[in-house]
């Protein structure tokens, strides 16, 4: 077993797992709040922390194709939403890389 690092952001306004509290995103990195995840709403980050990748897939998503990776804390394995590897319409490629979060499953600290 390797030991598990957790990175931590600087910053009065960060997103936390829900279930194990551990710095998932910075609302500096937002880029949108108008996405629709599995639970319900959920916002479009450039950056996370702390997670891990599952294996790539397509899926087919309101937004069309996509080439995706689930996300999960990698501190506590809780499944936190997606990482955007290829769109395939052109209007969509500004997602490339970047990651979804679930809201319900973040926790905001004192902000
Ligand atoms: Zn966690």
Redesign the pocket.
């Known amino acids: 077993m390797g030991r598990l690092f957790i990175e931590t952001l600087s910053g009065p306004r960060i997103f ?7 710095d ?1 995103a910075s609302r500096d990195d937002v880029v949108s709040k108008e996405f629709q995840g599995r639970y319900g709403r959920a916002y479009l980050f450039r950056n996370v922390v ?1 997670i891990s990748l599952g294996p790539i897939e397509e899926r087919q998503l309101i937004s069309g194709l996509h080439t995706v990776n689930d996300v ?7 499944i ?1 939403g997606w990482k955007y590897d290829k769109a395939y319409e052109p209007s969509q490629k500004y997602k490339e890389g970047m990651y979804i979060l679930e809201r319900e499953r973040m926790l905001k600290e004192g902000w």
Not at 16 to 22: A, E, H, L, P, Q
């Open positions: 936390k797992c829900r279930y194990c509290k551990v998932s702390n999960y804390c990698s501190s506590c394995q809780q936190l």
